[in-house]
């Protein structure tokens, strides 16, 4: 499985590297940590910071998510892998402006583990006030009564949204954490996995799966899905996503949505939007509106050949979030 690189052992900061020498404008390294970014833009004091993160490998996760209307900065961890605590009370430091910082990450054990770190460090060291919400998305990951438990997938760019427009109007700090639990809340996801991807310290795939076959509710890592079997057609596979997630969520007729159709990595346009073609088809039945749409690559898993839909319940307040502009190096919004 052949990748563009140098040394292995240096992708993530030779992409780093590379990604702020072409968006100066948007986003800046700090001196104190390489693997710590914030937006190039001046914020306002008062403002609530808005910090995301997690392991490389997602791009444009996570830190193509930095910029004006969206997070104030990121902190960035290996393949796969959730940052250190340092990184991310660099971050800390540098975005807080006398109104707390909100920590957004995925529900993952070396996630809860080192931000949960840095938040103590924020609070003891420096005097800053941490909230945090955890994205819960993945509706494969644990069943209803256990959604403590499940997994954050491509859900967490539509939470990443609504939490940094809510900074934006200047919620304060308890405010911003209960838009972005909410927005979790109203949030699920559902993916198939068609092909593995290779870690580049190994060469070797990150799963097995046959020539012919699929597996429904595949982690983004390569967590083992709820079933493997022979691949079936867009519209069967879209069926089922689809379902899985009204019955995980009540989504009625007259609702609104915002709809995510998100490849992996390696999967194509053309496939991502036949998928999204079955999607508007089976809510318009429902009477269910699409009132903002997303296709494409917005959380990724290196190479990976799959999809997943993310649908996101609105109401008054959800629908501002999702409306807000937003001017990111690797997503931009008028």
């Given at each position: 499985?052949?990748?563009?690189?140098?040394?292995?052992?240096?992708?993530?900061?030779?992409?780093?590297?590379?990604?702020?020498?072409?968006?100066?404008?948007?986003?800046?390294?700090?001196?104190?940590?390489?693997?710590?970014?914030?937006?190039?833009?001046?914020?306002?004091?008062?403002?609530?910071?808005?910090?995301?993160?997690?392991?490389?490998?997602?791009?444009p996760g996570f830190l193509g998510y930095v910029g004006e209307g969206m997070a104030d900065g990121v902190a960035v961890g290996n393949i796969f892998?959730?940052?250190?605590?340092?990184?991310?009370?660099e971050v800390t430091k540098a975005i807080d402006k006398g109104a707390g910082v909100v920590y957004l990450y995925g529900n993952y054990a070396g996630?809860?583990?080192?931000?949960?770190?840095?938040?103590?460090?924020?609070?003891?060291?420096?005097?800053?006030?941490?909230?945090?919400?955890?994205?819960?998305?993945?509706?494969?990951?644990?069943?209803?009564?256990?959604?403590?438990?499940?997994?954050?997938?491509?859900?967490?760019?539509?939470?990443?949204?609504?939490?940094?427009?809510?900074?934006?109007?200047?919620?304060?700090?308890?405010?911003?954490?209960?838009?972005?639990?909410?927005?979790?809340?109203?949030?699920?996801?559902?993916?198939?996995?068609?092909?593995?991807?290779?870690?580049?310290?190994?060469?070797?795939?990150?799963?097995?799966?046959?020539?012919?076959?699929?597996?429904?509710?595949?982690?983004?890592?390569?967590?083992?899905?709820?079933?493997?079997?022979?691949?079936?057609?867009?519209?069967?596979?879209?069926?089922?996503?689809?379902?899985?997630?009204?019955?995980?969520?009540?989504?009625?007729?007259?609702?609104?949505?915002?709809?995510?159709?998100?490849?992996?990595?390696?999967?194509?346009?053309?496939?991502?939007?036949?998928?999204?073609?079955?999607?508007?088809?089976?809510?318009?039945?429902?009477?269910?509106?699409?009132?903002?749409?997303?296709?494409?690559?917005?959380?990724?898993?290196?190479?990976?050949?799959?999809?997943?839909?993310?649908?996101?319940?609105?109401?008054?307040?959800?629908?501002?979030?999702?409306?807000?502009?937003?001017?990111?190096?690797?997503?931009?919004?008028k």
């Amino acid at each position: 499985m052949k990748k563009l690189m140098n040394d292995s052992r240096y992708v993530v900061e030779e992409m780093v590297e590379g990604y702020v020498k072409a968006h100066p404008d948007l986003i800046k390294q700090l001196p104190e940590n390489d693997r710590a970014l914030v937006t190039a833009k001046e914020t306002r004091e008062g403002k609530v910071g808005v910090l995301i993160g997690g392991g490389s490998g997602h791009e444009p996760g996570f830190l193509g998510y930095v910029g004006e209307g969206m997070a104030d900065g990121v902190a960035v961890g290996n393949i796969f892998a959730s940052p250190s605590p340092d990184p991310i009370l660099e971050v800390t430091k540098a975005i807080d402006k006398g109104a707390g910082v909100v920590y957004l990450y995925g529900n993952y054990a070396g996630d809860v583990m080192n931000f949960g770190m840095a938040a103590e460090m924020a609070d003891l060291e420096e005097d800053i006030e941490v909230g945090m919400a955890l994205a819960t998305d993945d509706v494969a990951s644990a069943p209803k009564e256990e959604k403590e438990k499940r997994r954050g997938i491509a859900g967490e760019f539509f939470i990443f949204k609504a939490t940094g427009a809510a900074a934006d109007f200047g919620y304060n700090l308890e405010d911003v954490v209960r838009v972005a639990k909410k927005a979790n809340e109203n949030t699920r996801s559902m993916g198939v996995g068609l092909t593995p991807c290779s870690l580049p310290q190994t060469g070797e795939p990150s799963f097995e799966i046959g020539d012919d076959e699929m597996e429904i509710g595949l982690g983004h890592h390569g967590e083992p899905g709820v079933e493997k079997g022979p691949l079936q057609s867009a519209d069967e596979v879209t069926e089922r996503l689809v379902n899985d997630i009204l019955e995980d969520i009540e989504i009625n007729s007259g609702d609104k949505v915002a709809v995510l159709v998100n490849g992996l990595g390696s999967t194509s346009r053309m496939e991502l939007y036949t998928m999204f073609r079955k999607v508007e088809q089976m809510l318009s039945e429902l009477g269910i509106e699409i009132y903002r749409s997303y296709v494409g690559d917005y959380i990724t898993s290196l190479e990976m050949g799959g999809a997943s839909i993310t649908l996101m319940k609105l109401d008054d307040e959800l629908i501002k979030t999702i409306d807000h502009p937003v001017n990111c190096p690797m997503f931009v919004q008028k």
